[in-house]
């Protein structure tokens, strides 16, 4: 198992950790760094001053009530919801291709994508926001018709890693994928 | 066919002198309406004109427009620029439905889109003293 230190596009820090279970199978997961003490009190601090100067100016003590009740609601949402702790990718060779993302609240939502539908795994560069960003996909197709891109979907959408970890996983990824081609080929020629 | 050259002919002289006449009666106009008292206007006997408030408003409205304009515009781009898990990011159709002509011997090959897959490898897979990237 190995584990590395790389930046993500917003320049947080962001850690891959790499494991081979066998010589078709491996994980790749990219964890974020963990919601800072710091910047919860600093917004919580603020929407509380905030709810102050409103409550001072208009005299009606529900606004203070109303403030520490969105506090609690929005930090719950946005740990349930919208920080996400750790993404990972399992290749397995002959079988599929699993995402998962846990949430910080311990949700984890997981997606699994059998062999037969991934074309290729590629790192892509798109326009995001106001960036041009590499981010590594999964190419699928169709497996009636192998000659096509049916759909695009982009891995590490949260942490959005830097292109020189995009590039350890796409290697580790590229050599099993080539397994499956020198089996295919085996089998059809048998 | 007719060609399109932006060189100057008698026609664009005579369209461009009508213009600058036209327009430079429309200022003229727009002042005496905006700045000529009321009073004046019927006395000569000039009785039909849109209220003066317009003489203030109109321009508000088109100074309030071009700022609008501007964050328009911007979102515009923003909403049309394709999703990360769009087909657009990869190909088109254009791509999909060139021809797959085979390369003759010493001759140049055909212009074609190369596929993702195959630029990935030659950027990623290839050994690291051949290519420099930053």
Redesign the interface.
């Known amino acids: 198992m190995e584990e590395g230190m790389y930046r993500a596009v917003s320049g947080g820090r962001i850690a891959l950790q790499r494991r081979q279970y066998s010589a078709s199978c491996r994980e790749f997961s990219v964890r974020c760094p963990r919601l800072q003490l710091r910047s919860l009190s600093a917004a919580t601090c603020s929407v509380w001053l905030a709810a102050y100067g409103l409550f001072v100016l208009s005299q009606n003590s529900m606004v203070l009530s109303a403030a520490i009740f969105i506090t609690l609601i929005g930090l719950i949402v946005y740990l349930h919801f919208v920080k996400i702790d750790q993404e990972s990718l399992l290749v397995i060779g002959s079988l599929g291709i699993q995402m998962t993302s846990s949430y910080a609240s311990g949700k984890e939502n997981t997606t699994f994508i059998e062999m037969s539908q991934v074309?290729?795994v590629?790192?892509?560069?798109?326009?995001?926001?106001q960036k041009v960003i590499y981010?590594l996909?999964i190419?699928l197709q169709d497996p009636r018709e192998p000659h096509?891109?049916s759909?695009?979907?982009?891995l590490f959408?949260s942490s959005k890693p830097r292109?020189d970890c995009l590039?350890e996983v796409?290697?580790s990824c590229?050599e099993i994928l080539e397994q499956r081609k020198t089996s295919d080929f085996t089998r059809t020629l048998n | 066919m007719v060609e399109n050259s932006p060189a100057p002919l008698p026609e664009r002289a005579i369209y461009g002198f009508v213009l600058f006449l036209g327009s430079q009666f429309g200022f003229m106009l727009y002042l005496v309406w905006a700045y000529v008292p009321e009073s004046w206007l019927f006395s000569l006997g000039l009785t039909y004109w849109p209220q003066k408030y317009w003489a203030v408003a109109l321009p508000v409205y088109l100074l309030v427009t071009l700022g609008i304009g501007y964050v328009l515009l911007f979102g515009i781009n923003m909403m049309s620029t394709a999703p990360l898990n769009s087909m657009h990011t990869i190909t088109d159709n254009f791509a999909k439905n060139q021809q797959q002509k085979k390369s003759q011997e010493e001759a140049i090959p055909a212009l074609r889109d190369i596929p993702i897959s195959e630029v990935n490898q030659m950027f990623f897979l290839a050994d690291k003293g051949i290519c420099n990237r930053n």
Request: glycine residues 4%; hydrophobic residues 45%; proline residues 4%.
């Open positions: 074309k290729d590629v790192i892509n560069e798109a326009i995001y926001m981010y996909c190419l096509g891109v759909e695009v979907v982009p959408q292109l590039v796409y290697r590229q």
